[in-house]
């Protein structure tokens, strides 16, 4: 490619709204261009990219016997009315009409096509497992769209789906995926690691996402630095660490404490430290067709994790009782406590709760608080015992014990255990060799190709742009004839172009008349690896000068060896990123 037509449409101010360094970098680079909120254009340079991260992602999906297909973006409601999902999924969901006034949808994930089809094509055992997959747009309608491609609207997801016949099936197919997307952002040049995940709406149980390592990133990861244990903080577990334990019950007794409504305030009035008091909190469970007061009880130093109370009660969301609502179940907000409440009251306690001896609790009268509470003695009821809390930095691992650590990801690929959540609701079932029928064991496996791009680069760069890794590069090597007033220099880059082009090195060179500092500026912007800068050295000496764009490292290379140099540079680099067995 020539620079003098390269249509990569840089731009030396950056809009405001980009807040990230990979979102200001792409619109500097010229790499995407905004169509709408959160619907963005790929431009040639930034297309070439993605197609560099797709090529590499089906190499490693048809290395595990992935076979691509294409699915319709558009899908008909009926599909998901009948997995379920068409009153779940909630506004992210772009429903629409035909010209008939049929419901259709844009789809945000493919279960529901993809499990028609397996169950129109797939009889007998014989035709599984089945690995089809594409690479394909989605669309969610995000209520925040935002850092440009990162989180968008409209994006393209590689969407793999495994079809078993049973669940040691599906184990291995899971184990697959587990590897092919550590070779997959391996390659692409990321630092990342693997985490223990919710399984969120798509449901299931069993579930990592791959997390690129940044700053900027929207999950919370928490790990534990003595053991390889690492999850998100949606649902890390929290090794329980009651307090009192071994002290002999004291006798409960109710003290006034008057305008003593957190748990702070209490704390201090009492003397005590916060960790040997249990927080009630009043909630509603939403549910499809209605809600649901309960209570939940915690440690009073810890907050809960609502996602894991969801998962845990099995609901849509949560939310807090409204003060009238508390009232009703007889208790004065502020002042909430587990001990005499009505017998239809669905209490669920964190782990450490029951386990806690002479713990302080509100009175439910306002102005009271119990002291010296004990659920072993039978002061109160618990209905379900659970992980609810919020891991913090520090906590105990619930592996090893030792003090949990965290960092920031972001989120490039999730893979996830669906087992016979969709096979049964749509009835995709199979033979077996006694010709019983079974419903198919399934996994689904995203990628999200735009999102993998802007965290390579969210962890490639420097003040003067993007270092793309060897691998996703647009082009590989760039060469900057840097004096075009001389003629033999410019034919010489010609002829080293040609050659690079001949061997299929990707390669641009810069033929624009330009000063040489626009040259380099641009070079580095746009990020490509290797940098052949043929000058004065050259047409004195034959010296042209390579240097590496991550290093900043430079080598002499006669003229006449730079093709072979060149290459040879580049596939050690490629070698560099290849994923390593441990
Ligand atoms: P998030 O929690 O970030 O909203 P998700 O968990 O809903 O993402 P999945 O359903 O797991 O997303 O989709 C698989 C992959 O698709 C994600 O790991 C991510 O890389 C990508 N992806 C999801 N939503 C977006 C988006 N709005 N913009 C860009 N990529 C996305
Ligand atoms: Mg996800």
Not at 67 to 81: I, K, R
Not at 181 to 208: K, M, Q, W
Not at 249 to 258: D, G, I, N
Not at 290 to 304: N, P, T, W
Request: glycine letters at 8%; hydrophobic letters at 40%.
């Amino acid at each position: 490619m020539r620079m003098s037509q390269i249509y990569a449409p840089t731009l030396r101010e950056v809009p405001a709204e980009a807040e990230i360094v990979s979102h200001q970098l792409m619109l500097r680079a010229g790499l995407i261009h905004k169509v709408a909120m959160g619907i963005y254009s790929y431009m040639p340079v930034g297309w070439r990219v993605m197609k560099k991260i797709m090529d590499i992602i089906r190499e490693e999906m048809d290395a595990k016997g992935g076979q691509e297909l294409s699915m319709p973006m558009v899908q008909p409601a009926e599909l998901w009315l009948d997995s379920g999902r068409w009153y779940v999924y909630g506004k992210e969901l772009m429903r629409m009409k035909d010209r008939n006034e049929r419901d259709f949808l844009l789809g945000p994930t493919h279960e529901e096509v993809i499990t028609t089809h397996l169950k129109n094509d797939v009889r007998s055992y014989r035709q599984l497992p089945q690995l089809p997959y594409q690479i394909q747009v989605k669309f969610r309608d995000e209520r925040r769209p935002r850092f440009g491609v990162m989180r968008c609207r409209e994006f393209l997801m590689k969407d793999l789906y495994s079809f078993d016949r049973d669940e040691e099936g599906l184990d291995i197919s899971y184990r697959k995926m587990h590897d092919a997307y550590n070779r997959v952002f391996t390659r692409c040049g990321l630092t990342y690691r693997p985490v223990v995940a919710d399984s969120g709406a798509i449901g299931g149980e069993g579930s990592h996402e791959f997390m690129a390592l940044s700053e900027v990133g929207e999950s919370q990861i928490i790990f534990c630095p003595h053991c390889d244990y690492a999850a998100t903080d949606d649902i890390a577990a929290v090794a329980p660490v009651p307090t009192g334990v071994g002290e002999e019950f004291l006798p409960m007794k109710s003290v006034e404490t008057p305008d003593c409504k957190t748990v702070d305030d209490l704390a201090r009035l009492l003397g005590v430290t916060a960790d040997r008091t249990v927080k009630t909190l009043c909630y509603m469970a939403i549910y499809e067709q209605e809600e649901k007061f309960f209570v939940a009880l915690i440690r009073g130093d810890r907050q809960v994790n609502e996602i894991k109370l969801c998962n845990k009660l099995d609901c849509i969301a949560v939310r807090f009782a409204e003060d009238h609502e508390v009232r009703e179940h007889g208790m004065e907000p502020g002042y909430c406590g587990p001990v005499g409440l009505a017998e239809d009251i669905f209490i669920i306690a964190d782990t450490e709760v029951p386990l806690m001896v002479n713990h302080e609790c509100g009175d439910g009268r306002k102005d009271y608080h119990l002291m010296n509470v004990n659920y072993q003695r039978g002061d109160y009821r618990i209905s379900q015992v659970a992980d609810i809390a919020l891991v913090q930095k520090g906590a105990a691992c619930p592996v090893c014990g030792q003090p949990l650590d965290s960092m920031r990801g972001i989120e490039v690929g999730q893979i996830f255990k669906l087992h016979t959540k969709y096979s049964e609701k749509l009835g995709a079932l199979y033979t077996d060799e006694n010709g019983d029928e079974h419903p198919m064991v399934m996994g689904c496996y995203g990628i999200g190709v735009g999102r993998t791009m802007a965290a390579i680069i969210e962890q490639h760069n420097d003040e003067h742009g993007i270092i793309w890794p060897i691998t996703v590069a647009p082009y590989q090597v760039a060469i900057l004839p840097v004096n075009d007033k001389d003629e033999h220099l410019m034919e010489q880059a010609e002829q080293v172009y040609e050659e690079l082009l001949r061997r299929r090195v990707e390669v641009v060179i810069d033929d624009r008349q330009e000063r040489p500092g626009v040259k380099f500026n641009d070079a580095d912007l746009l990020g490509f690896p290797l940098r052949v800068t043929m000058g004065k050295k050259c047409s004195e000496s034959g010296l042209a000068e390579i240097k590496l764009r991550a290093t900043g490292e430079v080598l002499e290379v006669p003229v006449g060896e730079l093709a072979d140099k060149l290459q040879q540079m580049i596939a050690e680099m490629i070698e560099e990123l290849q994923y390593k067995d441990q």
